[in-house]
């Protein structure tokens, strides 16, 4: 009834974008060795719970806090009593539910609070240990998945997009820039995002997004350079002003890009 790929279980939900009609965003479970990789988000409680049910899930681990993959954590915690592994710098936070800003509750929904534990520097199941790998970025407290024994990476939020030309206003471009170094040391060679699903030839995703983001931080070092400040910078190098940016300019913006590289 689910998807196989190898020994890994996985399934797909997805979310239509209010500002943008028709663009849907996809949401990827991934189940292997009693190890469930994020939980998804609460309104694809109709899509995530099923699947939860059918494997048999013995721990979970969180790449990060946000709503759309900690949403059912607290389900899981009530139903499943499975222990919940978590960056510590975000133990305290998933205690409180957080108020999210309306058009995150329409997208994920609530993001009930729930109690982890701290996650270690590895997991281990029954076939497999799993490599925890801090990778700071897209969130502060971010961790990525390696199981090295396949060269596989569940690399959480770090790939889903690969030329930001706006970010989130807690997302930092050069903590991304180290965490995408790092992992290209790591010998792994398929990657499973949690929006853009299994990608096999998924080195190629971290070298593009590198190569785009060194790319605009010299462009940006060269405009500085040159008296430019940082409204003006980006101005010039994201001109249309995305739609998304209107809707929730205090959360999400291009000017963020510019601060943090
Ligand atoms: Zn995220």
């Known amino acids: 009834m689910y998807s196989r790929y190898d020994d890994l279980s996985y399934t797909q939900g997805s979310r239509n974008m209010p500002w943008n009609p028709g663009n849907n965003m996809d949401v990827y479970y991934y189940f292997i060795d009693?190890?469930?990789?994020?939980?998804?988000?609460?309104?694809?409680?109709?899509?995530?719970?099923?699947?939860?049910?059918?494997?048999?899930?013995?721990?979970?681990?969180?790449t990060h806090i946000h709503e759309d993959h900690a949403g059912m954590a607290g389900w899981l915690q009530k139903h499943q009593r499975v222990p919940i592994y978590l960056h510590p710098g975000s133990l305290e936070?998933?205690?409180?539910?957080?108020?999210?800003?309306?058009?995150?509750?329409?997208?994920?929904?609530?993001?009930?609070?729930?109690?982890?534990?701290?996650?270690?520097?590895?997991?281990?199941?029954?076939?497999?240990?799993?490599?925890?790998?801090?990778?700071?970025?897209?969130?502060?407290?971010?961790?990525?998945v390696f199981l090295r024994d396949k060269g596989w990476l569940f690399a959480g939020d770090l790939v889903t997009v690969l030329r930001p030309t706006t970010i989130f206003s807690d997302e930092n471009l050069t903590d991304m820039i180290s965490?995408?170094?790092?992992?290209?040391?790591?010998?792994f060679h398929t990657v499973f995002c949690a929006h853009t699903g299994i990608h096999r030839t998924g080195r190629e995703l971290f070298t593009r997004k590198l190569d785009y983001l060194l790319a605009l931080q010299a462009r940006i070092g060269e405009l500085r350079a040159a008296g430019l400040r940082d409204v003006?910078?980006?101005?010039?190098?994201?001109?249309?002003?995305?739609?998304?940016?209107?809707?929730?300019a205090a959360d999400f913006s291009s000017l963020h890009i510019i601060a943090t590289l």
Do not use: M
């Open 34 to 62: 009693g190890l469930l990789i994020d939980t998804g988000p609460s309104n694809l409680a109709a899509t995530a719970i099923p699947f939860f049910q059918s494997n048999p899930i013995q721990q979970v681990v969180l």
């Open 232 to 248: 003006e910078i980006c101005r010039k190098l994201f001109p249309q002003s995305d739609s998304l940016n209107r809707v929730i």
């Open 179 to 187: 965490s995408l170094h790092h992992l290209l040391g790591l010998p």
């Open 93 to 144: 936070e998933a205690l409180r539910e957080p108020e999210l800003a309306n058009y995150r509750l329409d997208i994920w929904g609530r993001r009930p609070a729930f109690k982890a534990a701290p996650i270690p520097d590895s997991l281990h199941g029954d076939k497999y240990t799993f490599d925890i790998i801090d990778t700071p970025g897209h969130y502060r407290y971010h961790k990525a």
